[in-house]
């Protein structure tokens, strides 16, 4: 397993933008990133492969947010704009090597999450 440290949550209004960040202190195949809603289930968001920087993106995120890679680190980051009330939530970061890779069962390792709220 590996630590990851996760930054760049807050508040926006309606339209704004946020850019995560996610940091791995060890190796992993891929990071993922994830979003849990009050009351909801934990939600795939989109993911990235570190080698290569193939990308997996959930429908809610597709067309908005885009998540891309640090080569010279084990860092993945998440720009999300036009940022909508139903995007608020806790977004964590998760590493692993999944086949699935928005399934959250298929990571081991994940951080502790910051959260996104969006007003209208």
């Known amino acids: 397993q590996v630590r990851l440290v996760e930054s760049g949550g807050g508040s926006v209004q309606t339209g704004g933008s946020l850019r995560l960040s996610c940091v791995a202190d060890?190796?992993?195949?891929?990071i993922g990133w994830f979003r849990q809603a009050s009351g909801q289930e934990r939600e795939g968001v989109a993911a990235i492969r570190l080698a290569g920087g193939d990308a997996w993106y959930g429908d809610s995120a597709r067309g908005r947010f885009r998540i891309a890679r640090d080569s010279g680190k084990t860092a993945a980051y998440l720009q999300m704009n036009n940022l909508k009330p139903e995007d608020t939530a806790m977004y964590y970061c998760?590493?692993?090597?999944?086949?699935?890779?928005?399934?959250?069962?298929?990571?081991?390792?994940w951080g502790q999450g910051t959260q996104v709220t969006v007003s209208s």
């Open positions: 998760a590493a692993g090597s999944p086949n699935r890779m928005l399934a959250a069962n298929e990571y081991t390792s």
């Open positions: 060890g190796y992993t195949n891929t």
